[in-house]
Nanobody, 124 residues
Framework: VQLQASGGGLVQAEGSLRLSCAAS????????IGWFRQAPGKEREGLSC????????YYADSVKGRFTISRNNAKNTVYLQMNSLKPGDTAVYYC??????????????????WGQGTLVTVSS
């Protein structure tokens, strides 16, 4: 039971990428999904969370207005559209499953089923 993030790559500053989060071994329908990132030497940072229905979404201030989370339960996939990327967005990006989103915080300890992340590199 694991989630797999994909879609990372090398992009120039102000460019865009769309990450995908796919599940193996279970359906995502009943889970909130969070996106996180971790840069070398830094703690894992919560970026965004989407409720199981997709009706509620939350964003960290660092990405609000630039990133958009969405889900397609029919495809068992959650997406993170990243626009206006900055060199500071360079990190390994992960998705994980939780029982729900908390409006005030996106904390990695509340999520599980972590898989391998996908590397996003933003060049200046």
């Amino acid at each position: 039971v694991q989630l797999q993030a994909s879609g990372g790559g090398l992009v120039q500053a102000e460019g865009s990428l769309r990450l995908s989060c796919a599940a193996s071994g279970f359906t995502l329908d009943y889970y909130a999904i969070g996106w996180f990132r971790q840069a070398p030497g830094k703690e894992r940072e919560g970026l965004s969370c989407i409720s199981s229905s997709g009706g509620s979404t939350y964003y960290a201030d660092s990405v609000k207005g630039r990133f958009t989370i969405s889900r397609n339960n029919a495809k068992n996939t959650v997406y993170l559209q990243m626009n206006s990327l900055k060199p500071g967005d360079t990190a390994v990006y992960y998705c994980a499953a939780g029982v729900g989103c908390i409006a005030t915080t996106i904390y990695h300890g509340d999520f599980g089923s972590w898989g391998q992340g996908t590397l996003v590199t933003v060049s200046s």
